[in-house]
């Protein structure tokens, strides 16, 4: 079978009555709350996995223009699309890349971070003649990527040749969520002694970072230069210092109404018959289904707002549909919009409880969202 590479579906703006309604200013906004929970340390602002959904290249522009320091993303393929998009600020690839890609890598001016000591030697031929700035990952305690501290003192030679490229040394808190500290504390220990060693070396990375949002919401930030949020930066938390530090969602995902019904008592809706009208009712359909990212499990369980009141989601969600449930009196018409992501962190159908509802994280809801929604940016 020959390879075929086809170009994305892109969404009209007057096509399907779906979209994601992005406030950039809300993210400038909790950038400058981070950034000051930060103690005003450099931001490298992660905007992988389509900025969380939200669209990585207006987010990403919108946090350049109000002072990211940078911007982190997981691949090559995300950091070449914020150059494509005319994002010039520094770019850190944080999976890693391997060592063909290095002068992609040179030519786009992307920073990569150095994940497993195999690519050192590699890195070390390649690198005078495809210059590349490099921050070196070390596995403090989240057991995937980076050198883990016995691996160090055997790759000190391999770094020293690597020395004029190191620009920073960085880690990743696995547990900066856990009211314990105690393991996020061991994972600070673990760095500094790796930088003790490093400087004993003669390396002397200018940025050190191990901090996520929420390591800046909870202070484990101690002498690092910079840090690595993502989440807080699209107003989301799962910890009330992220709500008293008055962080705003900026997200809202909205749908129009498609068609609606007046069914009697006893009608089934939808797939596997698993909800039945207890009385006479309207039933809304609108036009986001599991396809665009909308979870199948909220069926029965999620609700949507309209005009300022909230209403249940019956029936299971379908690949492109799902349907709700309204009384009789209440007015409704095909095309008025329904918000099934609300942007205010109160409300029932905010992305915070609806993944608090599935029993998963806000990440989940927003990274799922599906490239065929229409994204519309608000600055
Ligand atoms: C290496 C790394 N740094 C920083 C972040 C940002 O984390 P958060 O969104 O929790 O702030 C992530 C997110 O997954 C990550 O993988």
Known sequence: MNEQSLEPLKPHPEGRALRAEVDLGRVARNLGRVQAAAGGRGIWGVVKANAYGHGAVPVGRALAAAGAHGLAVSSLEEGLELRQGGIECPLLVLGGLRPEALPTASAEGLTIAVVGPEHLAQYAQILPSHPVKLHLKLDTGMGRFGLLPSELGGCLPGLRQLAPWLEGAMGHFATADDPDQGFALRQRRLFDACLAQLADAGIHPAQRHHGNSDACLRGLLDQ??????????????????????????????????????????????????????????????????????????LGNRGVVGLAGRTFPVVGRVSMDYLTVALPLDTPVAPGDPMTLFSADPDSPHSVERLAQVLGTIPYELTCALHRRITRRFFP
Do not use: N, S, W
């Open 224 to 297: 690092d230069t910079h840090v690595r949020p993502g989440l807080a930066l699209f107003g989301l938390t799962t910890l009330l210092e992220g709500r008293t530090l008055g962080l705003e969602p900026a997200l809202a995902l909205v749908a129009e109404v498609a068609r609606v019904k007046t069914v009697p008592a006893g009608t089934t809706v939808g797939y596997g018959r698993t909800f039945v009208a207890p009385e006479p009712m309207q039933i809304a359909t609108l036009a986001c289904g599991y396809a665009d990212g909308y979870r199948r499990d």
